[in-house]
């Protein structure tokens, strides 16, 4: 059964040697030096060998963000970078790489307009990647609307990434975080974050909708949904600066809960090879809205862990053949529009 895999990461050659010279924070890159397969397209390929021509990769740049390397003057020079070289190696091997996502310099935001047009309506990505926050900054921010209102006319998917360091501490008296608890922790706890920042801040109202792939299976909320469910439904009973049973009220004149808003997220199943965890994304968000992800290649081989434990623990689960279909590969089909070319793309028609 062919299985798209919509959440590994790379690095284009072109983009990595350029990162590694204006990175401001270098410790934070010293990582990927040992994992080969994040930024040598051979030995990517001969890993993907290894579980068959099944087996593709919708490409998603790795971290660290655009953001963070430039400042808003030159971010937009390195997130074209970052863009031609995906599209040259979708290109290339489209039998192994049937997608790429597409980078967005989130501190320019006119240039993140420039850059969704030209890669979606130019160069074939089928969507574009955000992350949990923008240098500190939330999405519901109103200066980052014109990029979801953009995507939500496009009605193609945001892939959802969580991005938080050590800086960013686990006590207020501490100046760091310790025993990398803020990825441990920290990264499952930003993207519910930011996910009820978008449901609390309206998001699916405005743009009903809005596709947006959590990374991670959704991360802490389909574990919790009983306390988002419940608890959520008393919002603003712990509150006395700000009248937040407003919006609760909102929502139940149309008919809707806080948890309902939770459920149009979408969700991969990148946790590492929890079956577990999986049942649970997949009892929360329903077998229509997942879609096979792996994380590939942050795992303790470098590459091929993630991917073999992800199916191990799928095939599992028992699913039917059609929801199993539907997970591997006819979900992620239907919502990237992989069987449609790319039209107007000009990187075709050059090469």
């Known amino acids: 059964m062919k299985k798209i ?13 350029t990162m590694l010279e204006i990175a401001p924070d270098k410790n934070a890159i010293k990582r990927w030096l040992h994992i080969p397969v994040l930024y040598d397209l051979d030995a990517r390929l001969r890993m993907m060998d290894t579980f068959g021509p099944e087996y593709q990769q919708v490409l998603t740049l790795s971290l660290p963000t655009i953001e963070a390397i430039a400042p808003a003057d030159k971010s937009p020079e390195v997130a074209r970078l970052a863009n031609d070289g995906m599209a040259e190696i979708s290109h290339k091997y489209p039998d192994r790489f049937p997608g790429w996502v597409a980078s967005l310099p989130l501190n320019n935001v006119p240039a993140c307009l420039d850059e969704i047009e030209r890669t979606i309506e130019h160069m ?64 499952p706890y930003e993207t519910s974050a930011a996910m009820a920042r978008m449901v609390f801040s309206g ?33 603003g009973t712990r509150t006395a600066e700000e009248d937040y049973t407003v919006i609760v009220k909102n929502m139940q004149a149309r008919g809707r809960r806080p948890v ?38 942050f795992d303790p081989e470098g590459g091929p862990m993630f991917i073999r434990e992800s199916i191990r623990a799928i095939e599992s689960l028992k699913l039917s053949p059609q929801d199993l279909a539907k997970l591997y590969e006819a979900n992620a089909r239907a919502m990237l529009r ?10 075709c028609a050059q090469h």
């Open 260 to 297: 309902d808003y939770f459920h149009q997220f979408y969700a991969d199943t990148s946790v590492n090879g929890s079956a577990p965890a999986i049942r649970c994304g997949l009892s929360f968000f329903g077998i229509d809205r997942c879609m096979f992800g792996t994380d590939c290649p």
């Open 124 to 187: 074939g990505a089928r969507g574009i990647q955000i992350f949990t926050n923008v240098n500190g900054r939330p999405l519901d921010d109103p200066e980052f609307a014109p990029i979801f209102e953009k995507m939500h006319a496009y009605d193609l998917p945001i892939w959802m990434h969580p991005t938080r360091g050590p800086k960013m501490t686990d006590y207020a008296a501490e100046p760091k975080s310790r025993y990398e608890i803020w990825w441990l922790f920290g990264w």
């Open 203 to 235: 998001f699916f109202d405005r743009w009903p909708n809005l596709k947006i792939i959590t990374h991670h299976m959704g991360a802490m909320v389909p574990y919790l949904e009983a306390r988002v469910g419940l608890g959520m439904d008393q919002l």
């Open 5 to 17: 895999d919509i959440f590994p990461h790379i690095f284009p050659r072109r983009f990595f040697d």
């Open 338 to 347: 992989l069987s449609e070319p790319h039209a107007n793309c000009r990187y």
